[in-house]
Nanobody
Framework: QVQLVESGGGLVQPGGSLRLSCAASGSVLSIGAIDLMGWHRQSPGKERELVASITRVGNTYYADSVKGRFTISRDYAKNTVSLQMNSLKPEDTAVYYC????????????WGQGTQVAVSS
């Protein structure tokens, strides 16, 4: 079992920055077996979308809408994954969720509870 807890959400003005963190806890074996960690977001009336992800070897992916503005990073020693969000826009407003995925057997996909990000003047 892996537990994920997000933090760092809040209200920010357009053009501002926020840093989200996701702390993973659970059995050492499970945390070490995570193949990919990602950040997703969901706003009212829309489907959840992948924002950014990072693999265990450091390969990253970003949605086109956030490229150049968001940066994902992973701290293996602290079992955390962070999302630095700069130049925020009102359309970035959403609940942001962290997830942890293992592709190899036994596979799993754990989700955090989410943290609200609101971008408004």
């Amino acid at each position: 079992q892996v537990q994920l807890v997000e933090s760092g959400g809040g209200l920010v003005q357009p053009g501002g920055s926020l840093r989200l963190s996701c702390a993973a806890s659970g059995s050492v074996l499970s945390i070490g077996a995570i193949d990919l960690m990602g950040w997703h977001r969901q706003s009212p009336g829309k489907e959840r979308e992948l924002v950014a992800s990072i693999t265990r070897v450091g390969n990253t992916y970003y949605a086109d809408s956030v490229k150049g503005r968001f940066t994902i990073s992973r701290d293996y020693a602290k079992n955390t994954v962070s999302l630095q969000m700069n130049s925020l826009k009102p359309e970035d407003t959403a609940v942001y969720y962290c997830n942890a995925v293992r592709f190899r057997i036994p596979t799993y996909n754990y989700w955090g509870q989410g943290t609200q990000v609101a971008v408004s003047s």
